[in-house]
């Protein structure tokens, strides 16, 4: 089982995106909870929705401020996240249809958000403070 808690090591120095990050991380752990607490289908049915619909309007933000910015990486970046959304929905059409949330999807959940902040996401957040001058963001 692996944990996820926001440490200054996730940061992106990007006020807003370190915010949704958090709220994020958030997010996935109270998926984790409900499933390893044993909630009841309800309640992890219920938090999964949320996460959802919170990846997607998180990733579309990202997308929107790399766009405004001309990052050059903007299409590998985006087919990051598109891979991240598909996995996401067939969890939840699987949950949906009767199939128990695993330690290794929620395992997955967790990894790959922190490796994508700690990589791809530290790229375009250094790219988009370079371009601000670094007083923006500050």
């Given at each position: ?25 958030g ?14 289908a ?7 929705q ?5 990846v997607?309007?998180?990733?579309s933000?990202?997308?929107?401020l790399?766009?405004s910015?001309n ?6 970046h ?7 959304v ?5 969890m ?5 249809n ?7 999807t929620?395992d ?10 700690k990589?791809?996401?530290q ?6 403070r ?9």
């Open positions: 089982m692996v944990f996820l808690e926001w440490d200054e090591s996730l940061a992106l120095h990007l006020p807003a995106i370190d915010s949704q990050h958090k709220e994020l991380i997010w996935i752990k109270a998926l984790n909870d409900a499933v390893l607490k044993g909630e009841g309800q309640v992890i049915d219920d938090v999964l949320k996460l959802v619909g919170y997607q309007e998180h990733f933000y990202e997308e929107r790399m766009l910015h990052f050059p990486g903007f299409t590998s985006r087919q990051e996240h598109d891979f991240f598909t996995r996401l929905g067939d939840q059409a699987k949950f949906t009767g199939e128990e949330l695993s330690i290794k929620l997955f959940l967790i990894l790959w958000t922190i490796n994508h902040i990589g791809t996401d790229i375009y957040g250094r790219f988009i370079e371009a601000a001058g670094g007083s923006k963001f500050n």
